[in-house]
Structures are given as structure tokens and as C-alpha cells.
């Protein structure tokens, strides 16, 4: 149990705050959150985030809105490169940044438990790492539904008939539902990286002329 402050877990404010709205209250002394878990992802601020705002949105059954505003605040952060600087860089003020990402959510039609969510971060000076708390929150969305996890990075979008036709492959070869979480890396030469837990299937390029270049170097 950690009161706000805290870098050993989530703000014992978190909770008020994401029911409340954009006040910012004071940990009342003796006053706690808990997240317990063994979870390897507890073991990280975004993953104790992640929980908290899992956590929130089962309690509140609100975990499909919520499930749908992270996935377009996603799909928003994937295209835009001026939000990416907004939520990653270190010198724009946590003024600057709250004032610019109300904006950004109204205008997304983000509202309620999500977007209290992501004013808390912006508050506690941890937008940075909002990537990484919606992975985390994803992942326990699949894990409460039973499926399996799956990040896939590749050169260009994948068309519908392509999502479909890796989401048939990987349930075949875990034998669950896989939930596909996608981004675009323009450095990839073609080809998927596909992470599934630990377990990395990489039918990348440029891996495979990585690969060559190293055997290459071993001959003469």
C-alpha cells in the first residue's frame, strides 16, 4: 500500500481522481492504494498504472468505453508526430502539456474515466510513458477475456485482409484468441515483427540481411 507521492506505486489520489474529475487532491494521512499482484508487470511504474486504470474501469464497468478511447488515443499517437513530442518531451512544462492534451481529448471525444486518466499523468509528470501504460492496459484487457497478447510491428500498415489472415496464423499456432496490438516501424525492410509474451516470431528483412552480414564477416 503506497500513499500519493510515491514512486513504489500508483497515487493513493489515483482513484478519486480518475471517479472525481480533474481535481487534484492531497493523500489524507494513513489514506492507501493498493494494487497487490505478483504480476511481473506490477514491477513497473507503467504497469502499476496500467492496473490502476484496469482496475477503475472493471469497478466502474466501464472497461469497453474505456477499451475505445485507448484505442484512439493509440491510433492518434501512432499518426501524429507533434503528440509524440508533446507526451515524450521533458521541456514542455506539465502546464503546457495539460492544456494541450485537454484540448486533444475533446477534440477526440475522450471524456470521463480516460480522460481523468490521462490528466493524472500529465499531472504527476509521467505522460512519457503513456505508451507503454496503454500496452500494459491492453494486455490485461486480453488477459481478463482469455486471449493472448500479441505486438506486430511493421514497414506499412497492415490491410484488413492481412490482420485477419496473422490473426488466423498466430490462433493456430497458440490455439487462443489473439489480440493484435500493430504500430509501424519505417526502419523494417519488410516482413513482421510479431512479439507474443517473450517469444518473438521475426520474419523481418532486415534481420535476416543482419544475420547475413554476420556470417559474412566470419568468412576469409
Not at 40 to 45: E, F, N, Q, R, Y
Not at 89 to 110: E, F, R, T
Not at 178 to 203: A, E, N, Y
Amino acid at each position: 500500500m503506497v500513499c500519493a507521492g510515491s514512486e513504489k506505486g500508483v497515487p493513493a489520489a489515483s482513484a478519486r481522481l480518475m471517479r472525481r474529475g480533474p481535481v487534484f487532491p492531497v493523500c489524507p494521512r494513513g489514506e492507501s492504494f493498493h494494487v497487490s499482484s505478483d504480476d511481473p508487470m506490477m514491477a513497473s511504474m507503467a504497469g502499476r498504472y496500467a492496473a490502476a486504470l484496469f482496475e477503475l474501469a472493471k469497478e466502474q464497468r466501464q472497461l469497453e468505453q474505456v477499451e475505445r478511447d485507448v484505442a484512439s488515443f493509440q491510433a492518434m499517437f501512432d499518426a501524429s508526430d507533434d503528440l509524440r513530442r508533446l507526451v515524450r518531451s521533458p521541456v514542455i512544462s506539465a502546464d503546457d502539456q495539460k492544456k494541450a492534451l485537454a484540448a486533444i481529448l475533446n477534440k477526440a471525444g475522450i471524456s470521463g474515466l480516460t480522460a481523468n486518466f490521462f490528466k493524472l499523468i500529465a499531472h504527476n509528470r509521467r505522460l512519457f510513458a503513456a505508451a507503454d501504460m496503454l500496452k500494459g492496459f491492453r494486455t490485461l484487457v486480453a488477459r481478463e477475456r482469455g486471449e493472448v497478447s500479441a505486438d506486430v510491428a511493421s514497414a506499412h500498415p497492415l490491410t484488413p485482409e492481412q490482420m485477419q489472415l496473422l490473426s488466423d496464423t498466430l490462433r493456430t499456432s497458440i490455439g487462443k484468441n489473439v489480440r493484435i496490438d500493430t504500430h509501424v516501424d519505417p526502419s523494417l525492410l519488410g516482413g513482421l515483427i510479431v512479439k507474443v509474451g517473450s517469444r518473438m516470431i521475426d520474419s523481418s528483412l532486415r534481420t535476416k540481411l543482419n544475420n547475413l552480414k554476420v556470417v559474412m564477416r566470419g568468412i576469409g
